[in-house]
């Protein structure tokens, strides 16, 4: 079982717009704007991957309180994979410990650690697999993107693996990347997906799924 917690993402729904293109394919629990999801005890014993499509204290929605983060936490410490999507590096960005274990990190204004903010623009753009050996890029595949945000300017808070990039005016950005947890989890961040557009592309949703195959298969 597979739990997704989502904000509306500033009305677009773009976490439920991707649930409902996956929900044939896993069996997932979805939330939006509701954290108490998080709440429960055990939750390693109740779900194999946790994903999220949020960014904490936005959109309108409180962030998760202390107790969703320190149950969130126990998950990690298990050792369990976990799904980022678009901004979601930023779901517990007020915490220190979260901040230093995602890879590379969408920084929000006022960052409590004095980077400067990470940007979006918004044009088309293609989405690449990155030249690697890592076993993921093979089932990865190229998207050209419709006109939507290009989240750059990402800190890179750990060591990670990147899996896609690409390549704008701006210079060559991460899109995809995996970083192992201090417990010997596997995280992977996923970042286009802000417009429903960007979210429906086959590509992406092949690529989303991709990226859960690998994370709940046993290694």
Request: aromatic share 10%; proline share 8%; charged share 20%.
């Amino acid at each position: 079982m597979i739990l997704f917690a989502a904000d509306n993402h500033y009305g677009t729904h773009a976490g439920q717009n991707l649930f409902e293109c996956l929900r044939p394919h896993h069996e997932i629990r979805f939330h939006e704007d509701n954290w108490d999801c998080l709440m429960e005890e055990n939750l390693a014993e109740k779900y194999d991957l946790l994903m999220f499509h949020l960014i904490g204290g936005t959109c309108g929605v409180p962030a998760p309180d202390p107790v969703a983060e320190h149950l969130v936490k126990e998950y990690l410490q298990v050792g369990k994979p976990m799904f980022l999507l678009h901004g979601s590096s930023a779901a517990f960005w007020q915490c220190a410990w979260w901040r230093e274990i995602v890879g590379f990190r969408w920084v929000r204004k006022d960052d409590p650690d004095g980077f400067a903010p990470s940007s979006h623009p918004i044009r088309p753009y293609l989405v690449e697999v990155a030249k690697s050996r890592h076993p993921l890029c093979q089932h990865l595949q190229d998207v050209a993107q419709p006109a939507d945000e290009i989240y750059i300017n990402l800190e890179q808070s750990c060591p990670a693996t990147t899996l896609m990039t690409t390549t704008t005016e701006e210079g060559t950005f991460p899109m995809a990347y995996e970083a192992i947890t201090p417990w010997g989890g596997k995280i992977v961040s996923y970042l286009p997906g802000h417009s429903p557009a960007a979210v429906w592309h086959p590509g992406n949703i092949a690529n989303c799924r991709s990226i859960i195959e690998y994370l709940i298969t046993p290694t």
